[in-house]
């Protein structure tokens, strides 16, 4: 599977609302998120995107869902 959507480190953008982006830069995303999803549903255990990366999220009101994606 190739990459879809490879950009430059000067062209990324925060995702803060859908509406910042063109249609086919959202198409890009959803199908390198395919990409990977079947790429880690395979248990290809070389394939290692994540790896050396962190993520942070920011929830606006507090729930279950909320506390159990910290916890986890």
Known sequence: MGFVGVVEKSDL???LHIIDFDKA????????AIEVKALLK??????LPFKGKMM???FAK???????SFET
């Not at 830069?25 to 390198?32: D, E, P, Q, V, W």
């Not at 507090?62 to 159990?68: D, K, N, Y």
Request: hydrophobic share 35%.
């Open 13 to 15: 953008k925060d995702f």
């Open 25 to 32: 830069t959202i198409m890009g995303m959803l199908n390198r």
């Open 42 to 47: 395979s248990g290809e255990r070389t394939y």
């Open 56 to 58: 942070a999220m920011i």
């Open 62 to 68: 507090p729930s279950m869902r909320t506390r159990v």
